[in-house]
Structure formats: structure tokens, C-alpha cells
T-cell receptor
Framework: EAGVVQSPRYKIIEKKQPVAFWCNPI?????LYWYRQNLGQGPELLIR????????DSQLPKDRFSAERLKGVDSTLKIQPAELGDSAVYLC???????????FGPGTRLLVL | AQKITQTQPGMFVQEKEAVTLDCTYD???????LFWYKQPSSGEMIFLIY??????QNATEGRYSLNFQKARKSANLVISASQLGDSAMYFC???????FGTGTSLTVIP
């Protein structure tokens, strides 16, 4: 069974530029999560989707961050414009509704110059 | 307020020895699940082991076991017979509340 797929794996951009990350969860997993992990820290939840509905986006900085999961499968997280402080690893995870264990993708390492 | 505390920023262990990684937590929920994840330098968070708050027996998964002391709110990970490939960051988490600790970096010495 394929795991959670994320792309790109690495991204370097200049500040004020836009950037987008893509995630394809494990087949059949209804719930999808986006996390941000700063250096030396644990992941912090940005947004959680149940199918195509964002059910928890309280930690998403909505002035510059947006996310979508239009068909309830893959998802895109966008930052526009990026700031220096956005440099981090962006992790996507998914889970089956009936279970609690989250399965993570390899993450996208973002560096904003 | 810190919900998950991992007090050991870095740990070293000799190959083939056992090592314990500490985790204490704070939650007011009666029902919760404790998770441990491994994060190698490649970046992916790999699920290791799960302990439910109502589970009477400590969880085990191969070389991983969880020393769960509910009254102390402690959920330490024990890795037996350490291998070089165990070198990584280890995170303790309560996922239904999206709490992660700051992690412990484990280095296995040949």
C-alpha cells in the first residue's frame, strides 16, 4: 500500500514569493492534516480536513496561508506571500476515520531567503 | 502550557543496549491515546507504538515497548537491543489533541 505522498520535497524561494505544497493521502483515508514543524520542535497542526471539509483551521494564519481539498482526496497548501519565518518542514498526514493513528508523508522542506 | 514534555534533548546508547526515552504529559481527558513516532534525518514521521489510556497492559511492538504509568502521566518508550538505524529523533504525542513533544535525539554508538 502506498504511503502519503508529498511534493516537492524541497523548495527554496525568496520572501514575498508564493509557494504551494501538494499532498496525496493514503487511499481511503478520510482525514487529512497539514502540520508545520520548525527546527528543533514537534509538528504543529495547521489544518485538518474531514473529506473535503476543513473542520479545524484555527491555527492556520489565514492572512497568507490557504488550503484546499476539493474532491476529498489530495490537498494543496499555499503560502502567499512567503515570509522568512515560514521556513520550516510542512508535513501532511492522513488517517482512517475509524482509527487514530496518523501516517505522515516525507514532508516538504521550505527555505525562504 | 506544555502538554507533552520530553526532558532529554539528546541521548546516546551503545549498540545492542536498551534505552529509555522519557515522556510526561498533561491532559484533562479521561480517554486518550499516546503515540511515539520516529523521525530520521529524511524527515518522515514513522509510527512506532500506541498506548490507550484504558489499556491495562503496556504496549509492545517488536523491540519497542511503552512503560505507561497513568497516575504519573508518564509514557516512556523503551527500545531494546539498539541498532545503528535507530539513530533519529523520537516524538511523543497525544494525537486527538494534536500535542507533540519537542523530541529526543537518539544516537546509537557502534
Amino acid at each position: 500500500e502506498a504511503g502519503v505522498v508529498q511534493s516537492p520535497r524541497y523548495k527554496i524561494i525568496e520572501k514575498k514569493q508564493p509557494v504551494a505544497f501538494w499532498c496525496n493521502p493514503i487511499s481511503g483515508h478520510n482525514t487529512l492534516y497539514w502540520y508545520r514543524q520548525n527546527l528543533g520542535q514537534g509538528p504543529e497542526l495547521l489544518i485538518r480536513y474531514e473529506n473535503e471539509e476543513a473542520v479545524d483551521d484555527s491555527q492556520l494564519p489565514k492572512d497568507r496561508f490557504s488550503a484546499e481539498r476539493l474532491k476529498g482526496v489530495d490537498s494543496t497548501l499555499k503560502i502567499q506571500p512567503a515570509e522568512l519565518g515560514d521556513s520550516a518542514v510542512y508535513l501532511c498526514a492522513s488517517t482512517d476515520r475509524a482509527k487514530e493513528t496518523q501516517y505522515f508523508g516525507p514532508g516538504t522542506r521550505l527555505l525562504v531567503l | 502550557a506544555q502538554k507533552i514534555t520530553q526532558t532529554q534533548p539528546g541521548m546516546f546508547v551503545q549498540e545492542k543496549e536498551a534505552v529509555t526515552l522519557d515522556c510526561t504529559y498533561d491532559t484533562s481527558d479521561q480517554s486518550y491515546g499516546l503515540f511515539w513516532y520516529k523521525q530520521p534525518s529524511s524527515g518522515e514521521m514513522i509510527f512506532l507504538i500506541y498506548q490507550g489510556s484504558y489499556d491495562e497492559q503496556n504496549a509492545t511492538e517488536g523491540r519497542y515497548s511503552l512503560n505507561f504509568q497513568k497516575a504519573r502521566k508518564s509514557a516512556n518508550l523503551v527500545i531494546s537491543a539498539s541498532q545503528l538505524g535507530d539513530s533519529a529523533m523520537y516524538f511523543c504525542a497525544i494525537l486527538n489533541q494534536f500535542y507533540f513533544g519537542t523530541g529526543t535525539s537518539l544516537t546509537v554508538i557502534p
